[in-house]
């Protein structure tokens, strides 16, 4: 059941942001949140007072958090960080790179790992690293929260020992004690770039990342409950931006509906697996609960309802992603087509790959479009009234 409410500081109610994974795919979420930030004052502060993130939404979720005092001034490091965003600011792409790790793989295969061991990813992406250091500052959140800008950031990452998803979350004053109850969080002083690089470790192609207590991989690998995490800080009101297209969006060509998967193909469609997770059910689940809390009454229990809201594309970025292909360096676009994912059915893998600065303005315009589309839906989310 949905627990308690937490009081927010600031008497209203507490509004949660949660932003799925999905690659390069997160700058969607950017092009929403600058939609929001169009609907409130220049100089207003963050309106999420909980932020929750997996994946490259940890990542959109921690800059925010950061500067949550001056929402614009979060937005336009979010928008400057992936309008110039580069492959090889994400992982190393160049030939050497590429091809060693090609080698290494079929030494390994050849060999049987006897002779070199087999290695834990297809990528190098110690690159991503750097490009974190100098945009995430936990100190600055620590700080927010200290003053009450935010109530809670949260980053879900997922144990490759205990087979589940475990969030790490900071939370504003109190003792975190008290939602001990909440199988699976995890409440941490301070927060950092391991943290964001473990969530964001998508499996086979980037390396898993050791944290205190283990190793951590992509946090949308068993992630049962999406919602989990805003609903055990306390939120009332949450506002959820994915980035799977919605479902009655036409993804694929009749004509690649005929060709026979490939390895990219097949591979891409298990990445688009992973960071579907479970929201719709989740959402859905949530519903019924408001629905069995509704007819119950006030003062029946503990538990209150939360509404949430999706925004999610309106097209599918598998297809935005197809125009932009050319784009890719060499190395990489070699790469794609030996693994069979430089035709139409291999888009789906390019989709989340393509770290580049005009793929991601086409999401951002994308995502600012289909977010102005609801304007009065969100104009109501963000007002104090019930």
């Known amino acids: 059941m949905i627990p308690e409410t937490s009081v927010s500081r600031t008497g209203q109610p507490l509004r949660a942001l949660v932003l799925t994974g999905g690659g390069a795919r997160g ?27 997996t994946s490259a ?70 690159p991503l690293r750097g490009t974190l250091e100098s945009h995430v500052n936990f100190a600055r959140v ?10 809670a950031l949260a980053v879900t990452a ?23 109850s909440w199988v699976g969080g995890v409440p941490i002083d301070l927060l950092t770039i391991d ?13 898993p990342v050791h944290l205190a207590d283990g190793y951590f991989g992509d946090g949308a690998i068993h992630q049962v409950e999406p919602l989990a995490p ?53 959402m859905e689940r949530l519903e019924r609960e408001n629905r069995l809390i509704r007819a119950a009454g006030q003062g029946a229990g503990s538990s209150r309802p939360v509404y949430a809201m999706l925004i999610e594309p309106s097209v599918d970025p598998s297809v935005v992603a197809a125009r932009h292909a050319p784009n890719m360096p060499f190395s990489v676009r070699l790469l794609m087509r030996t693994l069979g994912a430089a035709n139409r059915g291999g888009r789906l893998l390019l989709s989340y790959l393509i770290f580049d600065r005009a793929y991601a303005r086409d999401l951002i315009a994308l ?14 989310f963000l007002s104090n009234e019930e």
């Open 142 to 151: 620590l700080q927010a929260l200290g003053q009450g800008d935010i109530e």
């Open 195 to 207: 943290h964001l690089m473990a969530s964001a470790a998508v499996p086979f192609l980037f390396p």
């Open 367 to 380: 995502g600012y479009a289909d977010a102005m589309r609801q304007r009065e839906a969100l104009q109501s």
């Open 230 to 282: 805003a609903i055990h800080l306390g939120a009332d009101r949450i506002l959820v931006v994915g980035v799977q297209a919605a479902p009655n969006v036409e993804s694929v060509s009749s004509d690649a509906a005929r060709i026979e998967p490939s390895f990219g193909q097949i591979f891409g469609f298990m990445l688009h697996s992973l960071f579907l997770s479970t929201l719709r059910r989740d």
């Open 158 to 180: 997922a144990s490759y020992q205990g087979g589940g998803s475990r969030t790490y979350y900071m939370v504003s004053g109190g003792d975190p004690s008290r939602r001990s």
């Open 27 to 53: 700058a969607y979420q950017v092009g929403v949140l600058k939609a929001i930030a169009e609907l409130l004052p220049e100089d207003a502060p963050l309106p999420f007072r909980i932020v929750c993130g």
């Open 57 to 126: 939404g940890a990542i959109i979720g921690s800059i925010l958090a950061a500067n949550a005092v001056r929402f614009r001034d979060g937005l336009a490091i979010l928008e400057g960080f992936w309008s110039h965003l580069r492959v090889d600011r994400v992982w190393r792409n160049d030939p050497l790179a590429v091809v060693g790790a090609v080698l290494r793989w079929l030494a390994a295969f050849c060999t049987g790992g006897s002779l070199v061991h087999s290695p834990h990813s297809l990528f190098d992406n110690g």
